[in-house]
């Protein structure tokens, strides 16, 4: 049996990436075999394919890491879902096609009012901004908490989180556009960093004081001046480095605000810790659920489009979370029934 995905078969840059027939994937014992409908483009996803992320798999292989859809078959020690069951899961990769498998500790049913497109940019954007604000930094309520990078897939979802924990936000983007898309998500304040210099900005806001954590996927030019503002005892969260640029930090500036500065890896954690990291699940899905929550899906594509979505991406185009749609024969009868 062969299904649709799109293949890297060496790395190289992502344009060299194809649509190919391929053989399905089965199950092992653990896993769970999945009909994927969406798949959520990640900026890693782009370094992957070109050999410059720290994992790097075998090849050939499809990229994407995050897909939702409808259980088709489990393995044999499988007990947590059934076929049929919509759910998200973590693939590490496979993502970018008709079906996908995955660990059965990484799948997680989805509530019935979630959209298949917002489940696929749901589980590595919502979990890391909670293991980054609830575990690592222990955020607080009525602390105030600066988002770098706000608009982005990762960006909102910190906005949504540190609202939802009590706290106070301030988006800081590249556009006002961008920023009027964070306030709709929850941001107290902003500051578009193309036009204000960010440290001058900060000090009208928080006086002072500084802010108490800083959250960073963005890495380059605003992480010293984001760190400059910290407050005593805060906290520098490292999400990620969108820019592209791993910036070097005085390390006096910890010393001297007696701050700390934090590594986030939810995908180690999630793997370390299945138990926990399925209790954070929950407690979003509760939220979700509430309302509380409100995914952002910048913009969808067919896996045909997969070269736009990931262009968009990794170009920092993206406002929200971009998605990949799955048109198969097989999910198109599923969802329909």
């Avoid at 970018?96 to 298949?116: K, L, T």
């Amino acid at each position: 049996m062969t299904m649709r995905a799109v293949i890297c078969r060496e790395f190289a840059p992502r344009a060299d990436l194809v649509v190919d027939d391929v053989p399905a994937p089965t199950p092992g014992v653990d896993e769970v075999l999945i009909d994927v409908a969406a798949c959520g483009i990640n900026f890693f996803d782009g370094l992957m394919v070109e050999g410059n992320y720290q994992t790097k798999p075998d090849r050939p292989f499809s990229p994407g890491s995050e897909v939702a859809g409808i259980v088709r078959a489990v393995g044999s020690n499988v007990t947590t879902v059934t076929r049929g069951t919509r759910v998200l899961a973590f693939t590490g990769t496979g993502g970018y096609a008709e079906q996908a498998v995955a660990q059965a500790r990484s799948v997680h049913p989805i509530p019935d009012d979630m959209r298949f497109e917002q489940a696929a940019g749901f589980v590595i954007t919502y979990a890391t901004s909670h293991h980054a604000l609830k575990d690592r930094a222990a955020l607080q309520a009525g602390e105030t908490v600066l988002v770098l990078g706000a608009a982005g897939g990762v960006g909102l979802t910190a906005i949504e989180i540190a609202k939802q924990m009590g706290a106070k936000v301030i988006a800081a983007a590249s556009t006002d556009e961008k920023l009027d898309l964070c306030r709709s998500h929850g941001a107290d304040e902003t500051i578009n960093y193309t036009n204000d210099d960010l440290r001058t900005r900060l000090k009208e806001i928080c006086g002072k004081t500084g802010v108490d954590v800083v959250y960073d996927p963005v890495g380059g030019g605003m992480a010293e001046a984001a760190i400059r503002s910290l407050a005593i005892n805060g906290r520098y969260l490292v999400i990620g480095f969108a820019s592209g640029d791993i910036p070097k930090i005085p390390l006096n500036l910890l010393l001297l605000k007696q701050s700390s500065l934090i590594g986030v890896f939810w995908g180690a954690f999630a793997r370390a810790n299945p138990d926990m990291n399925a209790a954070n699940m929950a407690e979003l899905f509760d939220w979700f659920q509430a309302g509380h929550l409100n995914p952002h899906i910048g913009s969808e594509y067919p896996m045909d489009r997969y070269a736009e979505a990931l262009d968009a991406v990794m170009e920092r185009r993206a406002q929200g979370k971009v998605v990949l749609t799955m048109q198969s024969a097989e999910m198109k009868k599923r969802t329909s029934e």
